[in-house]
């Protein structure tokens, strides 16, 4: 049953668990995450990140989503991941999304509020929620300590969340896209002065190769939604290259199999780490 984000993300605050957003750019990558969902009868965000409209049309996508999402009581929400662009969000709004990121996290404070609230604006509109990103999580990750000029502010991120009216707020909290050096710093300081002065649920981004006791004192303190891509492709990827080191690989239908179960595991490991479960 597709749903807006705030269906999932407000219980999940409210009670002191998250729900893992998963990022799909093809067949394999859809059915995993929707198999691993039914097993464990988990809500779950599908999401689709601005760059993959380079690997996978966005239409297309939604259309899968959406049927399977159709085949499960269990609330999914098929969410646009980092998108820049206002126009691809009208798209994406257009094409079925019932949730949407607009980042503007690399522009000056008082941008990315007015581009934010324009976006809250419309999507509102038509039942859509929105998730922006204030502070920066950033995708080059040559650190595993993140300078604290890149945190969120609490005082800023107070103002936003009041201006703009988004649905879910992506804190800057010391994690990085892609994989970690080191074992990450994460500043749970931080997020428990932005949690105690913000009531949405708040979103880690990054959330791959962070430990997890790390994730559950995150969860405890207010993180309702945490994205989770690269250790995902990582153990499909691993399975791979595996199969593909014998000598007859095999048909690509069945390393295709092998790779989505491989996924399916990762995304159940998750799952219950972010039910507190594991
Ligand atoms: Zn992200």
Redesign the pocket.
């Known amino acids: 049953m597709l749903v807006n984000l705030n269906e999932v993300l407000v219980p999940a605050r409210k009670h002191r668990y998250c729900v893992g957003a998963f990022n799909i750019f093809n067949l394999e990558t859809v059915d995993a995450v929707y198999r691993a969902a039914v097993e464990l009868k988990t809500p779950v965000i599908f999401a689709f990140g601005e760059k993959y409209i380079e690997v996978a049309n966005i239409g297309i996508i939604a259309t899968l989503v959406r049927e399977f999402a159709g085949r499960t009581t269990l609330p999914t929400v098929l969410h646009l991941?980092?998108c820049k662009s206002v126009d691809v969000i009208y798209k994406a709004v257009r094409a079925g999304f019932t949730s949407v990121m607009f980042d503007g996290s690399r522009l000056p404070f008082s941008e990315n509020l007015s581009r934010t609230k324009q976006v809250a604006d419309f999507a509102h509109s038509v039942d859509v929620t929105v998730e922006a990103e204030l502070g920066s999580?950033p995708f080059d990750h040559a650190l595993s300590e993140i300078p604290e000029e890149y945190l969120t502010k609490v005082d800023e991120a107070v103002r936003f969340v009041e201006e703009t009216g988004v649905d879910a707020l992506?804190v800057a909290i010391g994690t990085a896209?892609g994989e970690y050096k080191g074992r990450p710093k994460i500043y749970h300081d931080r997020l428990k002065e932005i949690a105690g002065k913000v009531s949405l649920p708040l979103v880690l981004?990054?959330g791959s190769g962070v430990p997890d006791e790390d994730i559950l004192q995150a969860v405890r303190a207010g993180i309702a939604k945490i994205?989770v891509n690269t250790q995902i492709s990582s153990a499909a990827v691993k399975r791979l290259k595996v199969l593909c080191a014998k000598e007859k690989p095999g048909h690509l239908s069945d390393l295709l199999r092998e790779a989505e179960q491989a996924m399916v595991e990762e995304v159940k490991g998750f799952m219950r780490l972010f039910a507190g479960t594991n």
Request: glycine share 12%; hydrophobic share 25%.
């Open positions: 991941d980092h999580v992506a896209h981004h990054g994205n």
